[in-house]
């Protein structure tokens, strides 16, 4: 399975919203990892992703997420994942990432 990414920039917040869902993983991360970057250096706003249809993610998916988020910071910006399923969070929480991103909601909001 593959991953789709669906960006709306929210003018009233000022900020990217951004739907995630499928599979994120070795064979694809780089694409995720360089559309992110694609929005961010076209508004250097913060980064809201929902991550409610979002099924799986690997080391390298959470590398990805941690490299958008150091570019994400260089402006002073923020980026918030929200509705992480319980057992997407788990693995945040293992690698202590939950500490990182501004962890938001659950898959039950």
Partial sequence: MDYTLEAKFDQANKHWRV???GE??????????????DLINEKNTDL??????????????????????KNVK????????????PSLLKLF????LDKVFVME?????
């Fill in 74 to 85: 260089s402006y002073g910006g923020s980026m918030h994942l929200r509705n992480v399923k």
């Fill in 105 to 109: 909601g659950d898959v039950n909001d």
């Fill in 24 to 37: 994120v993983d070795i064979f694809n991360s780089t694409d995720m990892k360089k559309s992110l970057t």
């Fill in 48 to 69: 809201v992703l929902d991550c409610k249809r979002l099924d799986y993610v690997d080391s390298t998916a959470l590398g990805a997420l941690v490299g958008v988020l």
């Fill in 93 to 96: 929480k293992i690698t202590n």
């Fill in 19 to 21: 739907a995630i869902s």
